[in-house]
Structures are given as structure tokens and as C-alpha cells.
């Protein structure tokens, strides 16, 4: 099983909720990551985390809290977003840090 | 910090011709990654590179990485419609922790 899950596959919200999207993997991989891309740019990097321990924070507003509850899950908490932070939200793992990353599906992100 | 540039930015071909990609890390790398895009769709490994010179093939499609380990190419020979994506490459610093995407070329086929 080389896949990647994400729920929802789509989200629109207010300036003032709260909602998290979620990702999930069962191949083992010790590493997975949040990323943000922007329509005809590249994945940005937001976070990583190894061994379910958080290992890189890329200078990410503080309205954006990941968790990883175990090794196979991944949350990103969503709280009072601006409409600049509409976006595909990708989630990625891999073996390990230097290994490739396996994507999920996003989730198309708009906040109105 | 690590940057990693890609051109061209766009390529537009006609079905048949042959297409190339190019990758270039302001520093040395521990590998290179490449991945494909579909239109709206998310990004799919194709290929990693570890060893100074190496070259793999996938088919018609052929990845180098240059001796220095700064430098990486993507070239598709005989385009065809199913090849139309944005191809990016991610290279890990030796350093870096972390993999740095490149901007992305965006291949469009002409049947």
C-alpha cells in the first residue's frame, strides 16, 4: 500500500472557525510533512515530522498547529485564517527524512 | 539558504519532439529528487539520484546528475499527450535537513 490519504478533499471556511484537516499512511514511514502550494507554484514546506516528533517548523503563522498523534496520522489545526492562506494543503511521508516523499491527494483549502 | 532553480519555466512542444529540464542547486546536494504533477492533480515521485555522474533511465524518459552534485537534468525523448505535467525537482542539502523544490517546468503537448 503506497498511499497517501487526506480528508477532507475540499474545505471552505470563515475567518473565525476552527477545523483541522487530516492524513494518514500505513506504509511505516517515520517521517511525513504539511506542505502548501499556491496554483502554479511549487510545494512550499511548512512542516516535518520524524519519529512523531516535530523536526522542522518552517516559520509558520501560529494560526496553523500540526499534531501527530501516532506514527501512521497527521492533523493540521486550522484557527482564524486570512483568505491568503487559500491553498491545496498537501501531506507527504517517506521512509525517512532523505528518502522520497509519497503525496496524498491535498486538500483544496478556501477561506472566505 | 539552499536555493534550487529550474528551467525553462514552460515548454510547449509538439507530440513526437523531445523535451528536457534543468535543475541547478546553489550547493552541493546528498541527492536529487524528481516528481510529476498532473493538472490538478498532487505530486508523484518518479526518480531519486545519489552518485555524482549518475544516469537512470525510466523508459523514454532519461535523469543525470552532474559530477559536482549541483546540477540535475530531465529529458523525455518522443513526447507524447500522457507526458503533459509540471515536473519539479527537490534536492536535499548536505546540510539542509530538508529537500528545497525547484520552481517546476510546466510541459504542454501539442497532438
Known amino acids: 500500500d503506497t498511499e497517501v490519504t487526506q480528508t477532507p478533499k475540499h474545505l471552505v471556511m470563515g475567518m473565525t472557525n476552527k477545523k483541522s484537516l487530516k492524513c494518514e499512511q500505513h506504509?511505516?514511514?517515520?517521517?511525513m510533512y504539511w506542505y502548501k502550494q499556491k496554483a502554479k507554484k511549487p510545494p512550499e514546506l511548512m512542516f516535518v515530522?520524524?519519529?512523531?516528533?516535530?523536526?522542522i517548523n518552517e516559520s509558520v503563522p501560529s494560526r496553523f498547529s500540526p499534531e501527530c498523534p501516532n506514527s501512521s496520522l497527521l492533523n493540521l489545526h486550522l484557527h482564524a485564517l486570512q483568505p491568503e492562506d487559500s491553498a491545496l494543503y498537501l501531506c507527504?511521508?517517506?521512509?525517512?527524512?532523505?528518502?522520497?516523499?509519497?503525496f496524498g491527494p491535498g486538500t483544496r483549502l478556501t477561506v472566505t | 539558504g539552499q536555493q534550487v532553480m529550474q528551467i525553462p519555466q514552460y515548454q510547449h512542444v509538439q507530440e513526437g519532439e523531445d523535451f528536457t529540464t534543468y535543475c541547478n542547486s546553489s550547493?552541493?546536494?546528498?541527492?536529487i529528487q524528481w516528481y510529476k504533477q498532473r493538472p490538478g492533480g498532487h505530486p508523484v515521485f518518479l526518480i531519486q539520484?545519489?552518485?555524482?555522474?549518475e544516469v537512470k533511465k525510466q523508459k523514454r524518459l532519461t535523469f543525470q546528475f552532474g559530477e559536482a552534485k549541483k546540477n540535475s537534468s530531465l529529458h523525455i525523448t518522443a513526447t507524447q499527450t500522457t507526458d503533459v505535467g509540471t515536473y519539479f525537482c527537490?534536492?536535499?542539502?548536505?546540510?539542509?535537513?530538508?529537500?528545497?523544490f525547484g520552481d517546476g517546468t510546466t510541459l504542454t503537448v501539442k497532438p
Open positions: 506504509m511505516g514511514h517515520r517521517a
Open positions: 507527504a511521508s517517506s521512509q525517512a527524512a532523505e528518502h522520497e516523499q509519497y
Open positions: 550547493t552541493t546536494l546528498s541527492n
Open positions: 539520484l545519489v552518485k555524482s555522474g
Open positions: 527537490a534536492g536535499l542539502g548536505t546540510n539542509a535537513g530538508k529537500s528545497t
Open positions: 515530522y520524524s519519529y512523531e516528533k516535530l523536526s
